[in-house]
Structure formats: C-alpha cells, structure tokens
C-alpha cells in the first residue's frame, strides 16, 4: 500500500508538472532582417585576401517553446544572404539554419538566450563565376542575444558565428579551376520580430 501510495504520488507530480509546461509551451512564426558578411575572399594568383562588406539580408520561419522562465526555443528557419567583395563581386547564399536555443526570463519582458545553430546551405551564387564545390553542406554555428517579449509578440537581437571553415571553391570561365576560395562562414547580426499562435 506504501508504495503504490508513493507511485500515485510520484506520478501526479510528474503529471502536473508535465502540465505546468505545456501549458506554458507554444509555437510561433518569426521574420526580419540579417546585417550579413561572410568569411574572406582568397585569390590564388595575386595571393591576396578580401573581406567583404557586409549587407541586408532577412529571413523567415517558424519556432517552439518549451518552458517559461527558463526555456528551450528550437527554430526552423529560412536565411537569405549576400556579401559583396570588391574583386569577386556579390555572394548570394540560401540555407536552412536551426538553431537549438536556451532562454532565461532575466526581469519583466527581457529575456537572454544562447544555443547551437545548425545550418544546411541549399543555394550559393557568385557573380560571373560558378562555385564549384563548397567543403560542407552542414555546419555549425553559435547564436547568443537577448529579447523583449510583450503577450505574444516578441523581438530579439542576436548575433550568429560559424565555428569552421567552410570554404567553396571558385570556378572561372566555366571551364576552368581557379584555386581562388571563398569561406562562407557567417558573421552576422539578426533582429527578428516572433509572433506566438
């Protein structure tokens, strides 16, 4: 009787705990703006290197949330960016970035949040030439920030990092292998406005 009594017991609490947290969980959809630059232009035969000047990007997609004062928030969302070097002209790239974010309710509406940052580059362009082969598809990244959350709107400003190299390399003239590299690492601020449903 004593142990069923303390299953019972053991149960409920998880039970209502489980409860207290979705019932503080949801979903949402979010958009904004990307302030972009990505890594250094290498070229090859003058054996120099740029780094770019850094551009307006945005993005759009989707988010969850797990908890309330202390809180995990993955995101699923879609990034447009571009980066112009004055001897390779503008780099374009889409890619799918998830980031995998901690938050903490520091005072009233302001929140501070940090996490991993998976991104899938689905799309890259350099002007007059073809990139031929970026060195991973998959990569990893850092984002940190904070936020103010009134209701159900919110708006958060966080800055992202690649953590590797990954570098595309550069065909000229259609034909030929240029040597000359890109690293398409990201270094970018990003405001976002969130809206839960």
């Keep these: 009787m004593k142990n069923v009594l303390l299953t019972v017991t053991f149960v409920t609490m998880i039970a209502s705990s489980a409860f207290a947290q979705i019932s503080k969980s949801g979903f949402g959809i979010k958009g904004g703006l ?7 232009y290498f070229d090859a035969i003058g054996n120099a290197s740029e780094n770019p000047d850094a551009t307006i990007g945005y993005h759009v997609g989707v988010f ?19 980066s112009d070097y004055n001897t390779a002209g503008e780099f374009k790239m889409q890619k799918l970035d998830a980031p995998l974010l901690v938050g903490l309710k520091v005072i009233g509406p302001i929140h501070v949040f940090g996490g991993p940052a998976l991104q899938y580059i689905l799309n890259t ?14 990569s990893i990244g850092l984002n940190f920030g904070m936020g103010i959350y009134i209701g159900r709107l919110g708006i958060d400003l966080r800055y992202e990092r690649g953590f590797n190299n990954n570098e595309a390399t550069i065909i000229t003239n259609n034909t030929s292998i240029s040597n000359n590299r890109l690293d398409t690492r990201p270094k970018q601020l990003i405001l976002s406005f969130s809206y839960m449903l």
Aim: charged residues 30%; negative net charge.
């Design 125 to 138: 362009d350099l002007d007059n030439t073809n990139i031929q082969d970026i060195e991973n598809d998959f």
């Design 34 to 40: 990307n302030y972009n630059a990505n890594g250094r």
């Design 64 to 82: 969850g949330k797990l908890g309330n004062r202390l809180y995990f928030k993955p995101e699923l969302v879609y990034t447009s960016t571009k």
